[in-house]
């Protein structure tokens, strides 16, 4: 009788802590109409898909899960509870609900003519902030041309202006080995044959985040809004 109870306490332990572990998930992307991109769930509660359904959820520490109806269960990670990961996922929510009501992979992942092809380019036509990755080179990006053109690159306030030689039917350059790229760096970026410049500040992602998707926050914190959407829309 002991050794039973003593089993029992154990297993409701485990179940104890196993249910103290699970925190919150949002959703960014759902096709089940009682779940909207960007809401955050209990993750210790038991959610039901029906058939044909399909919701992408991202967890406190990270992971993301996809979960496809028919379905029933409680669908937390490992993600500590207490709220240690509510600043990763109050960023993801908000990424996510900010898509003009259409907050959703499914949108975000609809590449529209003159779209950068990655999440990591410089789009050298758009001012604000632009985020790269560290000990990784950048690469300068535009929609390609059948005539050449000259990049110039001036840091700012008061740097040394660059100019390259950007050829006909590329879209993408190598940044400048000779022009340092800072972090908060501030850019004046000018197309030749363009009447505008662009005016950027380029974020460093730093290396030592947990996951991709603290990335993803990380980034849409800085304001890397376009490129922190096309970085999530490509985790699955």
Not at 58 to 77: C, F, N, Q, R
Not at 119 to 142: N, T
Not at 208 to 213: C, E, M, T, V, W
């Amino acid at each position: 009788m002991r050794l039973a109870f003593a089993s029992a306490l154990v297993f409701l332990g485990m179940i104890g802590a196993q249910w103290a572990q699970a925190g919150q998930l949002v959703v960014v992307d759902s096709t089940a109409s009682a779940l909207l991109p960007g809401q955050v769930l209990d993750g210790s509660k038991s959610l039901s898909l029906n058939a044909g359904t399909q919701v992408t959820v991202i967890s406190e520490d990270g992971k993301v899960m996809t979960l496809t109806g028919p379905y029933s269960g409680v669908p937390a990670s490992g993600g500590a509870g207490g709220g240690s990961g509510g600043g990763l996922l109050a960023s993801l929510s908000k990424l996510v609900d900010d898509q003009d009501g259409k907050g959703s992979l499914g949108v975000m992942r609809a590449v529209k003519a003159g779209d950068a092809p990655d999440p990591w380019v410089i789009d050298v036509l758009r001012s604000g902030s632009h985020c790269v990755r560290a000990g990784v080179a950048p690469v300068l990006w535009q929609p390609s041309t059948k005539k050449g053109a000259q990049l110039s690159l001036k840091p700012l306030p008061k740097g040394k202006r660059m100019k390259i030689d950007w050829p006909a039917g590329m879209d993408g350059i190598d940044w400048p080995e000779g022009l340092a790229l800072t972090d908060g760096g501030r850019y004046l970026v000018k197309i030749s044959g363009r009447m505008t410049a662009a005016k950027m500040v380029v974020h460093i992602v730093p290396a030592n985040l947990p996951s991709n998707a603290h990335q993803v926050a990380w980034m849409a914190d800085k304001g890397c809004t376009g490129q922190a959407r096309a970085l999530l829309a490509s985790l699955r």
